[in-house]
């Protein structure tokens, strides 16, 4: 599904936090919206996703322009946000429509891939921090959204579950070929990840630079070519003291 | 690679996880048995040496028996009330009192304080009205009551829904509804939940905590305001037995009337504690 962002901007009581947003997103494509705090990354998402339909400009999801929230959208919050008072496997059913046993089982798939499938009577009380979000990004992915938002689904998370569900990330990516934009301030998370890298910078944020990334998945963490794409980055955002 | 980095995790996780559930069952069973009987022990302990000094001190003519009587005394009482068929029809006719005002009461608040709720115009017209209203002492309206419906059942069954149960419920689902996090609700509209979804699937079920403190509370005020209409004018009912027992200068009845409210009033509260139980086990909380 392809997605088009045309001058996008957003204010809030004055203050604007994002301003002349322009992107265009092919069909399967993964793209990173990455920069300091407060440049608006977050409010784009929202905006992109219908949840917050108070912006400036035009949003195009597959040739409609739309404010509302589309059904082939999911969105990975920062936090889990599982319904406490269901458990694992009715959080994960919970968007799903149709008959409970085919629900349930395409639950337990999705649990299964993300590594809790002896975990789905449990309550979200009972889940550690990776556990939860674990649980919400299944709940995100068994709707088999066309598009996935992300907004630093990772951030909470210590770096050996990050690793983990970064590749989990890229199998369901891979299976179902969904188009993914995800904000991040993770600057190797986005490398790892994405086709392409749009850094933000300054209040109101701005696209500063857009990085296309060549190298074919799955990537070498430790590889040269990153090293220097990161230099790069930092550079960009004038992080690197040098 | 990642279903591998997966399954060794999993692998890794399982037995050890099992086993820890095992034995955590096996504990929380042992707990169970050994912490209710710990608590019913540990609750008796002061109520028990407490009677037994009075019962000790009343036999010993410290106490005037004339205005403390003897818990064997009272117990007497009671189970003479109980001989001569009494007793029931008193009970019978104020829990029913409590009762049919609680639900009607409940019920009440339950409507007004969802359209209340959800809707920011029924706030605006109709929240500042009930505080005002809540800032009266409720027994104050208890003359008005019996003037307007007499003092048969009617009059006491208001007083008890209105005066007692629907201001704590009302207010705990406002509170409860208004309080749903902003987090949650966003989470559905993503599914494409509409309004009415939105309310079943997340607003109700997260506001309930809310609801059943306010049920708690109502039923408390409820027992309340069931001794305040039944001292107004009764001729059955555990609130007549005080009046009775004070015209008749009869301190064991009133005693007698006072221990049964108490375990009346412990059960019904018992009851509503294992609906809370029940229906709120996912709650976060505090255990000691």
Redesign the interface.
Known sequence: MSLALRNVSRTFNGTTAVKGVNLEVEPGEIIGLLGTSGCGKSTLLRAI?G?DPEYDGEIEINGNVSRE?Q?T???I?Q?P?L????NVLDNVT??LTGKRKDKENKAIDYLE?V?L??KDAL???ELSGGMAQRVAIARALV?SPEILLLDEPFSALDAFTKM?LQ??L??VWKKYQSTIVMVTHDIDEAMYLCDRVVILKGQPGEVEREIRIEQKR?RDRGSEYLAHLKSEILDCLDLNKK | ???Q??ST??GYA?PA??KVKLDEKKDSLKKNKGSLLQTVLYGSIIPVALIVLWELLSRAGIVPTNQLPAPTTILDKIISLGQDGSLWGHIWITTYRVFAGFIIGTIAAIVLGSIVGFYKIAEQLFDPMIQAFRSIPSLAWVPLFILWMGIGETSKIVMIAVGGVFFPVYLNIVSGILGVDR??I??G????LKTFQLVK??IL??S?PSFLVGMRSGLGLGWMFVVAAELMGASQGLGFLLVFGQNMSSPETILASIILFAIIGKLSDWILKQVEVRSL????RLEK
């Not at chain 2, 086990?281 to 976060?284: G, K, L, S, V």
């Open positions: 996703s949840l929230i059904d959208a999911s969105f919050f936090e946000r319904l406490p008072w269901l919970f968007g891939s590594g499938s002896d309550y979200p009380r709707t983990q590749d989990l890229l199998d799955p | 690679m990642t279903e980095q997966n995790a999993a399982s996880q099992a987090k949650l966003e989470v509209k993503m599914y494409g699937r997340i079920p997260a309930l086990h996912w709650q976060d």
